[in-house]
């Protein structure tokens, strides 16, 4: 199974429109960390943030928010405002930390295609 | 601070043929991780290492595949006979610290392989 679902595969917008990614995860652990990662047409991933399983508070970064709800196991991604530059692939990612598991692994989802046109 | 590196940047083999990847991570860093990413899909994790120890080699096709990183440094994958479903850009990352669900992992620029 799946454990993070990213359902939209390609996503256009035009400059300065609002976009939301959307992630949706599974895990039996009570400890997760959920992070969010762009990987510009380069190809290296770079961080873009990281929640833990105990953290729902909702985190604002320049033009990037991040929707954390825990009831609908969802990790939601918003690029306000949004520039040319911010054209990559998005991943979402889940790493558990419960007995059994490998710390450290991340599974990824398929990654949300993003482009941002003048 | 230097980033992950990595080695060659681009592959291009034929099947059956043997391909070998490197990677030195960040300074300092103890643990290491290879991915594999198919194009349209997201890294797959193939092996961790903690310092020069193995931590999970689950997803590592070890008929074929290999890695090893003897001085707890650098690394280096292997592919051994190749197939066309190896195509796929092979990441390397590194954290700081042991193995942990909480460590962000840096990423190296990955090596592009294609199979003919």
């Known amino acids: 199974a799946q454990k993070v679902t990213q359902a939209q595969t390609e996503i256009s917008v035009v400059e300065k429109e609002d976009v939301t990614l959307d992630c949706v995860y599974e895990?039996?652990?009570?400890?997760?960390?959920l992070f969010w990662y762009k990987q510009p047409p380069s190809g290296e991933l770079v961080f873009l943030i990281r929640?833990?399983?105990?953290?729902?508070q909702n985190e604002i970064s320049g033009r990037y928010s991040w929707n954390f709800q825990k009831s609908t196991s969802s990790f939601n991604f918003t690029i306000t405002a949004s520039q040319v530059v911010d054209s990559a692939v998005y991943f979402c990612?889940?790493?558990?930390?419960?007995?059994?598991?490998?710390?450290?692994?991340?599974?990824f989802g398929r990654g949300t295609q993003l482009t941002v046109w003048p | 601070e230097a980033g992950v590196a990595q080695s060659p940047r681009y592959k291009i083999i034929e099947k059956r043929q043997s391909v070998a990847f490197w990677c030195n991570p960040i300074?300092?860093?103890?643990?290491l991780y290879w991915y594999q990413q198919i194009l349209g899909q997201g890294p797959k994790l193939l092996i961790q290492?903690?310092?020069?120890?193995?931590?999970?080699d689950s997803q590592l096709p070890k008929d074929r595949f290999s890695a090893e990183r003897l001085k707890g440094v650098d690394s280096t994958l292997k592919i051994q006979p190749a197939k066309l479903e190896d195509s796929a850009v092979y990441l390397c990352?590194?954290?700081?610290?042991?193995?942990?669900?909480?460590?962000?992992?840096?990423f190296g620029p990955g090596t592009r392989l294609t199979v003919l």
């Open positions: 895990t039996r652990d009570t400890t997760y960390y």
């Open positions: 290492f903690q310092n020069n120890g193995v931590v999970d």
């Open positions: 300074s300092g860093h103890a643990t």
């Open positions: 929640r833990n399983s105990f953290d729902e």
């Open positions: 990352a590194s954290s700081n610290g042991l193995a942990g669900a909480y460590n962000e992992q840096f």
């Open positions: 990612a889940l790493s558990e930390e419960g007995r059994g598991s490998t710390l450290g692994r991340l599974y």
